[in-house]
């Protein structure tokens, strides 16, 4: 098993880290610097394989590094808590899937990682996030920024009610990326071409995006994430609004986008995580269960509540 500690560039450890809005912080008394409580995932991804995990894949795939590393985070909503000691190395550069029951926390952890729970007065968070080399809950985090570089899209498409080159352009805008004219006009093809829509608006650009269809609007709100350069796409249940050819057109797109961005989906789709993701985290009850390559899980998990789930006793 690999140690959670092996993570290079980081000293291990559990930090309190921050409290957000009204709730109090708190302390995780059995934490003692240096000292490592966190369960353990089944293996760090793409980090650091356990030998028996590496068995029966390909020894020469590529190992990526980590992009978010999460040690030991907790988080409440008011007096309830909801994430439990979650501990997860996803990879950059490939799509990681979160499953897990209704209720289980994994919408909870996806806002974490661009700390959209800011947001929800009663939240506190105990723990560490790191994205690169960076506490994502660090005194220095410019929020605005962060959340460029992590990009989201929702469950239900969320144009803005303007254009469909505005909403493209509107973020370019605001954080200075392109200037207007020729250089925007470029922006905005380009997002739209990566997100796959470009040959459907091309010649309509004024229009509003509301007008689209459920599955263009979504793939307008993925060129809208991608318009600002992020390293990371948040995708809550993206296709769980669209219909059988919308959902495959965004599956197709993911494949697309994996080489370029480090994609974490939450979905309840189990076949969907089959279909798009390399790695899949199982999470129940607030806990990450299981981590391991999407094959295994599917196949091969190695815990019963895994196993449970995926084959349908409960969820
Ligand atoms: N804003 C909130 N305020 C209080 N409790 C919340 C809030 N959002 C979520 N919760 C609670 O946190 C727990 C985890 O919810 P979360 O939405 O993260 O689960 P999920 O696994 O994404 O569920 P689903 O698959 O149904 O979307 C649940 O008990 C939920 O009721």
Known sequence: MPQPNDNPGNSGGVAARSSLGGAELREGSDTVEGEDHRPQPAAAPGVTRAPEIAAGHDAEEPTHPTKVD???????????????????????????????????????????????NDLIPSVAIQGQLLLDETDVYGPDVDVVQLRSRVGMVFQKPNPFPKSIYENIAYAPRIHGLAKKGAEMDELVETSLRKAGLWK?????????????SGGQQQRLCIARAIAVNPDVILMDEPAS??????????????????????????????????????????????????????????????????????????G
């Open 70 to 116: 999460v040690r030991g985070l907790n988080l409440w909503y008011g007096e309830t808590q909801a994430l439990f000691d979650v501990s997860l190395r996803i990879p950059e550069k490939d799509v990681t899937a979160l499953i897990g029951p209704s209720g289980c926390g994994k919408s909870t952890f996806l806002r974490c990682i661009n700390r959209m």
């Open 241 to 314: 609004a669209l219909d059988p050819v919308a959902t495959a057109t965004i599956e197709e797109l993911i494949d697309e986008l994996r080489s370029n961005y480090t994609i974490i989906i939450v979905t309840h789709n189990m076949q969907q995580a089959a279909r798009v993701a390399r790695y899949t985290a199982f999470f129940h009850l607030g806990e990450v269960i299981e981590y391991d390559d999407t094959d295994t899980i599917f196949t091969n998990p190695r815990q019963k509540r895994t196993e449970d789930y995926i084959t349908g006793r409960f």
């Open 200 to 212: 459907e608006v091309s010649d309509r650009l004024s229009m509003p995006g509301t007008a689209l």
